[in-house]
């Protein structure tokens, strides 16, 4: 006779209470599913998958690439590492999902036409952005991850868009996208300099924290200032190492305000690579970097001078799928980004 207990071997060991984008991938944070754009109406912010992988350069062939590797499969592993953690900040004695209503709008449509992808992430979007949700999106490297977020942001706006990127690399070589190979697209090393000329995108609101290192060229910063960047927004490492020694969160602070002032909104994009080799173990790109901590503050102090109306969204691009710790500093950095908005809110009420 059969036990009562016993269980055939295709039943499921663990069932997963929290809703599900697709098998048992939960949403972020265990956030309601908005299947339809109307479902996100009433919400704050919607978070969007961007599962794209860009090819991997002939340069790393042969090597550990993992921030190329496997990125279509990042947005699913960062819900899923999102469930360690609740919206409560004791160090801001702050729920930010009492203020807060997140949903999950699931991926975006990734094809192998990158204009047809482009179009695709720009329309999600577009869409987030007139249900009066801000985006928060993950990818998937950068290109699809930034360029089109950044375009529906932009027209959206109001006015001029200012850009506050974390990031150790240029990632501003020249060239259009539509000059590409279809086989070889170049996202990684020029979507920084693509972006600028966006309508409604203020190069000389454009700022870049983290620039450091011999994997960036001599031109680099020439190539920036062609297209109108102030060479005074381009925070390298001897930049962050006066503010260490001024004081970082009053740097970050004043920082922070400087990049909002006159600007209708702010998009923050993190690239994490832009991380001290230190600060992040299972993905550690560049040393001389910003740690953690610092990261996670600069963005709390943009998002809390920009507030509701002024945070135009967040970014994470070229994000490991299985580069664990990583995740975990980006979901604070996400929580963070809340708080900064639900404290600008309560104090611009009260």
């Known amino acids: 006779m059969e ?27 265990a956030a309601p ?6 479902a996100l109406r009433g919400c704050d912010v919607a978070f969007l998958g961007v599962p794209w992988r860009a090819p991997t350069p002939y340069g790393r062939v042969g090597r550990a690439a993992a921030n190329y590797e496997g990125t279509l499969l990042t947005p699913s592993q960062f819900r899923i ?21 997140l949903a999950d709008r699931g991926d975006a449509e990734i094809y192998h036409d990158m204009g047809r ?33 950044l375009k529906a942001i932009a027209a959206s706006a109001g006015g001029p868009t200012a850009v506050f990127n974390l990031d150790a690399h ?7 996208w539509q000059e590409d ?11 920084a300099r693509r972006i600028l000329t966006l309508p409604g995108v203020d190069p000389a609101r454009y700022y870049h924290v983290g620039l450091r290192g011999p994997r960036n060229d001599q031109d680099t910063l020439a190539r920036f200032l062609e297209r109108g960047v102030r060479r005074e927004h381009i925070y390298t490492y001897r930049e962050l190492k006066r503010a260490r020694r001024s004081g970082f969160d009053e740097w970050a602070e004043e920082l922070a305000h400087r990049v909002v002032d006159g600007a209708a909104k702010v998009w923050v994009a993190v690239d994490p690579d832009v991380l001290n080799l230190g600060s992040n173990p299972d993905f550690g790109d560049e040393p001389l970097g910003p740690t953690a901590d610092e990261v996670i503050e600069l963005v709390y102090q ?5 507030g509701r109306e002024g945070f135009g969204g967040l970014t994470f691009m070229a994000l490991p799928y299985d580069a664990q710790t990583c995740h975990y500093i980006c979901l604070y950095t996400l929580l963070y980004a809340l708080a900064g908005i639900v404290q600008s809110t309560t104090q611009r009420g009260s």
């Open 3 to 29: 036990q009562s207990w016993a269980r055939r071997p295709s039943d499921p060991i663990i069932e997963v209470k929290v809703p599900c984008i697709y098998g048992n991938v939960p949403t972020l944070f």
């Open 33 to 38: 599913l908005a299947e339809t754009h109307e």
């Open 81 to 101: 590492n999102s469930l360690k953690y609740g919206g409560y900040l004791p160090e801001l004695e702050l729920n930010v999902f009492e203020h807060v209503r």
């Open 117 to 149: 992808t482009l179009t695709s992430v720009e329309a999600e979007v577009t869409a987030i952005l007139n249900t009066g949700c801000f985006p928060v999106t993950v990818g998937g490297n950068a290109g699809p991850s930034t360029y089109p977020v």
């Open 170 to 176: 240029h990632d501003n070589e020249r060239g259009e």
């Open 181 to 191: 190979s279809p086989r070889q697209p170049r996202w990684g090393s020029t979507w």
């Open 302 to 306: 943009v998002a809390r001078a920009a």
